[in-house]
């Protein structure tokens, strides 16, 4: 059994960048992505601000060289997907034996959604059947799989807001159990209008920009994106052009098992987590040098996370901040879009900012940091990821 | 390392989830979509509970809860689903009403049931289990992502018992839209003459089949899961061929010394070819057996092929209904699954004597 599994390169593609150095740049420019809606077709447009992808379908397809009838799930993939690879260094990809573990929550939905207006007209022949092709969540792995030439291995993971970081996880069991050298792992999900109105029902969505762990907080806004690691085995990490940004040292996932969505108050499953993944990572909490937290900006995940954080790591507290104060929460793609974040912050020395932070929150006062610094001394990296049906994982990023 | 299957669950268009023997008698079904024979789920959840509930998670609660029964344990250490389609049922309801409400006056009960995670966080609070939980939803690799990950992890040797499974649904949504794919057979048809077909399409089916995996042998074992394999569209005969062949070799095994291979036979004549070559050029003295003319075909079909095969393996019985050339083995050692799922995914399941 390979001991390690190593971070060789990353992708991104979500509001605030169509690939990582925009992101950076918008995280030293305090640029967030939530803007009026412009790209979904939704009565909702104008009332709930979102952190889309700048570009329409037609300029995504372009930039993934695949058709741009498909979903914009699988294009926001193969975009982050390429890129990850690319960063890694590896060259011909047909060399490896290569997985590809993408995480996201409702397959091909923006497609389906369109389907259904004709299809529920006419059951029998309304709507084309191309929109509902790749409906399936795994569909929209295979298509990205086979643009790239993945062969060996090809999963799909969806457990709500968390699939991501379980993307990561699975992928580096797949690597430590010698069944691949390398997976690129990590999620997508395209804005639709089935997650924003599913979210609306919830009333967790703000109708202005998120403020996630300040006391005025009173909702999430939605995000798209992908976000991809390049892990590789030890072996491989020997070879890298470059070096590897960081190692994956530690990772768990635990069940709050408290209620279908909502978050237990102390946090059970977030400490769980955090604490499985610190004892894998045979660390103590303080040797975490910055979280990464979840910090959706709803009043009842943000306390949570905090009371979690608070039970494991008082009365010292690493930097901590919500990327998603910028990208928008992005579901099924923001594991991967903020282990991105994280294995790049350990290897630059990255602590992220918190957008829009004024007052700390009465359930944990901790204030988080609210401007760009990198160079700093990070050896260890946190990122949360909390979501639906109790489903927590925390992922522990830690220098060679 | 071994790992063992110490209790099973199954929910299907068979009488599966009763007491009774094991496929005592087959049931006969007309037409092209097989439904799933449901248990009473008040004797394992709450009515207000059950009330929200859609038909995958129901089926997938009983199946958990079934084999956790036959295990004797309460409380799994991870918790793994693998659902291709997910929890359709409130999938299409919420999609429906967004649709032709116009994105107004939608109630969340739906929504919050749609997550494909649903069935796994189900099982996790009803059992009131903090473990790890995972949900994979990846076509007709589903189930056996969810199984080896539960492999993997047994092997870290941190966790003891595993509950794994898989599940599907069929809906009037999904059948008619998969319907308009082509899938299913346009003539009548029965189940029991499925696999004697010589027309295009299969049926559709659904259930859920849970097990309980285990790192120690104990007296409930009833197999063991000796190995496990996928392959993602070969390139040709010769390469799927090369892979089942290197998947024995890894496993010390010559096709000689698999007593029964159970395949994915769908009763589509255009997919009979691929088991037809399988069983014949790589399996020749081996008797085969096939299951979807008893739960159908869906992309977690082989939750309900490994759940036979573990009966099998039990009782060291096959039943005469499912066997398709040779004759009832002699011996019954070891259990080779093949199953490609629309001719693009093929897995290998390999079961044993505990």
Redesign the interface.
């Known amino acids: 059994m390979s001991s390690q599994a190593w971070i060789a390169g990353g992708g991104v593609i979500c509001g605030i960048g169509a690939n990582l150095q925009q992101c950076l740049e918008a995280f030293r420019q305090m640029g967030t992505g939530m803007q009026e809606i412009q790209y979904l077709q ?3 447009r104008g009332i709930f601000p979102v952190a889309e992808v700048k570009a329409d379908n037609t300029a995504l397809a372009a930039q993934a060289g695949m058709p741009a009838h498909l979903s914009r799930t699988a294009l926001l993939s193969r975009i982050a997907a390429q890129e990850a690879w690319e960063a890694a260094g590896l060259g011909d990809i047909s060399q490896y034996r290569v997985g590809f573990v993408s995480a996201n ?1 409702v ?1 091909g939905m923006d497609k ?2 369109d389907f ?2 004709d ?2 007209q006419n ?2 022949q309304g709507g084309h ?1 191309r929109q ?2 790749h409906h ?4 929209v ?2 298509l990205v ?2 643009a790239m030439g993945i ?10 807001c968390s699939s991501g970081a ?1 993307a990561l996880m ?1 992928g580096a ?2 690597i ?2 010698n069944m691949v050298d390398v997976v690129i792992a990590g999620g997508t999900d395209a804005l639709t ?2 997650t924003l ?2 979210f ?3 009333m967790i969505l703000d109708q202005q920009p998120c403020r996630p762990l300040d006391d005025t907080r009173t909702g999430l806004n939605l995000g798209e994106g992908a976000g991809y690691v390049v892990l590789v085995s030890d072996a491989l990490a020997a070879r890298l052009p470059n070096g590897p940004w960081c190692r994956l040292s530690g990772y ?10 909502a978050s237990s108050p102390e946090g ?2 977030n400490y ?1 987590a955090m604490k499985g993944a610190l004892t894998m990572s045979g660390l103590q909490p303080q040797d975490i040098g910055y979280i990464n937290v979840h910090g959706t900006g709803t009043q009842n995940n943000d306390s949570s996370e905090g009371k979690a954080i608070e039970r494991l790591f008082a009365p010292d507290y690493p930097p901590v901040s919500s990327t998603k104060s910028f990208t928008g929460h992005t579901l099924g793609a923001s594991g991967g879009i903020e282990a991105v974040f994280s294995a790049l912050a350990v290897q630059q020395g990255i602590i992220y900012p918190n957008a829009r932070f004024t007052t700390p929150m009465k359930e944990w006062p901790v204030a988080p940091a609210t401007v760009f610094s990198g160079g700093n001394r990070l050896d260890h990296v946190m990122s949360n990821s909390f ?5 927590c994982s925390s992922l522990i990023f830690s220098k060679g | 390392m071994k790992i063992y299957i110490q209790g099973t669950g199954c929910v299907s268009p068979q009488q599966t989830a009763g007491a009774g023997p094991f496929l005592a008698s087959i049931q006969e079904y007309e037409g092209n979509r097989l439904a799933a024979v449901e248990p009473d789920y008040k004797q394992w959840v709450e009515p207000n509970m059950l009330r929200r509930m859609g038909r995958a998670v129901k089926m997938g609660v009983a199946a958990a809860r079934l084999s956790l029964q036959q295990a004797g344990i309460t409380l799994p250490d991870a ?1 793994i689903t693998g659902t ?3 929890c359709l049922q409130d999938t299409g309801v ?3 009403k ?3 409400g ?3 006056a ?3 009960t739906a ?8 069935v ?3 099982i ?2 009803l ?13 007709g ?2 189930f056996e ?1 969810a199984l080896l ?1 539960s492999m ?2 047994l ?2 040797g941190a966790v003891q018992q595993v509950l794994a499974g898989g599940v599907d649904e069929i809906t009037d ?1 999904s059948h ?2 998969l319907s ?2 082509g899938l299913y057979k346009q003539e009548p048809v029965r189940n029991t003459s499925l696999l004697q077909s010589a027309t295009h399409g299969t049926i559709a089916g659904e259930g859920a089949a849970f097990f309980v995996l285990g790192a120690a042998k104990s007296p409930q074992s009833i197999a063991q899961l000796a190995g496990l394999t ?1 392959i ?2 070969p390139v040709s005969t010769e390469e799927r061929d090369a892979a089942i062949q290197g998947f024995l070799a890894t496993h010390g095994l010559r096709s000689a010394d698999i007593d029964l291979l159970i395949c994915g036979h769908n009763g589509n004549v255009e997919e009979n070819d691929t088991y037809a070559q399988v069983a014949q050029t790589l399996f020749p003295q081996t008797t085969v057996a096939g299951f979807k003319h008893l739960c159908g075909e869906y992309p977690t079909a082989t939750a309900f092929a490994a759940w036979m095969a573990a009966e099998i393996l039990k009782q060291q019985q096959a039943p005469q209904d499912i066997i398709l050339s040779g004759s009832a083995p002699e011996k019954l050692d070891r259990i080779l699954i093949y199953n490609c799922y629309q001719g693009t995914h093929h897995s290998l399941i390999l079961l044993s004597k505990p």
Do not use: W
């Open positions: 939704t009565t909702h929550t397959g389906t959604e259904f207006t299809y529920l059951p029998q059947l509902v092709m399936e969540c795994g569909s792995t295979e799989a086979d062969r060996h291995h090809v999963s799909t993971i969806s457990t709500a379980n699975y069991r797949l430590r159990n209008r089935f109105n599913g609306n029902t919830l768990a996932n635990a069940n709050d098992a408290y209620h279908q969505t059970t499953g769980l979501g639906f049906a109790g489903n | 918790i291709a389609y997910g919420f999609l429906s967004m649709v032709t116009q994105e107004k939608l109630s969340p929504f919050i049931q749609s997550t494909h995670n649903t796994s966080g189900q996790g609070l059992l009131s289990c903090h473990a790890y939980n995972n949900t994979f939803v990846h076509k690799f589903s992502s990950d993997m992890i092997q870290e949504h008619t839209i308009r794919f996928t993602y569209k």
